[in-house]
């Protein structure tokens, strides 16, 4: 495949980031590959592990001359990144990002992308409960969706950011932000903080044992475990970027618990049988669109 990009920036070198270097190069779509995190540690992994082309010691050094700047920073950092770096975005570059949460940093990015530079947010639908420059791999994005949010941006860019995601393996849609975070909110957000929830309830029942809970958990708590690993930084900026959604959806879910509980207590066989049939069925829409498996070079080593 042909360069898309000559340039590409990555900001923040996590999971998402690492994962979109090696698969950028799986695909061969991007010239050179700077990168920066703010941390010296990171830094050094990444240049040990030969994560991105040069390893910049600032923002704005990684994103001059870039012509695809993609911010993987937690929500909270969105701002004080981007007017770092609005000074030396060159005309035409497009600056995009990773945020599962999509109003919050078009509000804090916005205002700081210059004339002339393509601003396309994205949330790329993937990932795992791992973190860090090592956590990377390239076949994250396979058969993942990723959503784009426009909000008017130029559809060339656009229309190029589209092509590119695609070239890493994924599925796009576009969306509108608003939208967006209310559809994240069901499918992401809001499991995630029951997952928290039910791990903590675990930790403080004193009647079972730290050991007993590891010992003998079966698969559902496993796969609460699982995302109660994620990193807790990122999801302290989701939640408090994205009250509204997850609140309308927390409210939701706890009308549902209680008639669950109430049908429990009354012995209404027939209610919990027609509630876990139905929701059954969209378990087997999930397995059906191929979105039920972890990607398969979970846990290797970065390097493709």
């Known amino acids: 495949m042909t360069v898309m990009y000559d340039r590409v920036a990555l900001i923040g070198l996590g999971l998402i980031a690492s994962s979109m270097f090696w698969a950028m190069k799986r695909a061969g779509i991007a010239g050179e590959v700077t990168g920066y995190a703010r941390s010296d540690e990171t830094r050094d992994v990444a240049r040990e592990i030969g994560l991105c082309d040069r390893i910049c010691d600032s923002a704005a050094e990684a994103c001059e001359g870039a012509d695809l700047i993609v911010l993987c920073v937690p929500i909270g950092a969105m701002d ?11 005309k035409g ?4 990002d990773v945020g599962s949460v999509k109003r919050a940093v078009i509000d804090a990015v916005g205002p700081h992308i210059p004339e002339g530079v393509h601003f396309v947010p994205g949330h790329p639908l993937a990932g795992t409960e791992q973190s860090g420059p090592r956590s990377g791999f390239a076949e994250l994005f396979d058969n993942r969706w990723c959503v784009l949010t426009p909000e008017g ?12 995601w695609e070239a890493l393996g994924s599925n796009v849609d576009e969306m509108d932000a608003d939208h967006h975070d209310l559809v994240l909110a069901v499918t992401s957000h ?9 791990v903590g309830v675990a930790d403080d029942l004193s009647r079972v044992t730290d050991t007993e809970v590891v010992k003998f958990s079966a698969a559902g708590f496993r796969d609460f475990t699982r995302i109660a690993a994620s990193d ?3 999801w302290r900026d989701v939640f408090l970027n994205n009250k509204e959604a997850t609140l309308e959806i927390l409210g939701r879910f706890t009308e549902e618990l209680f008639a669950l509980q109430r049908a429990i207590r009354q012995g209404d066989g027939e209610h919990l049988h027609d509630y876990f049939t139905r929701t059954r069925s969209i378990r087997r829409g999930i397995i059906e669109a191929g979105q039920d498996t972890d ?8 390097k493709p």
Do not use: C, Q
């Not at 809001?190 to 039910?198: D, G, R, V």
């Open 80 to 90: 004080a990144v981007a007017l770092e770096i609005s000074g030396v975005l060159k």
């Open 93 to 96: 570059a497009v600056v995009t």
């Open 153 to 164: 941006a130029d559809a060339d860019a656009t229309a190029k950011l589209r092509s590119y």
């Open 190 to 198: 809001t499991p995630h903080l029951i997952a928290y929830t039910m």
């Open 232 to 234: 807790p930084t990122m």
């Open 295 to 302: 990607a398969p070079n979970f846990g290797r080593n970065p």
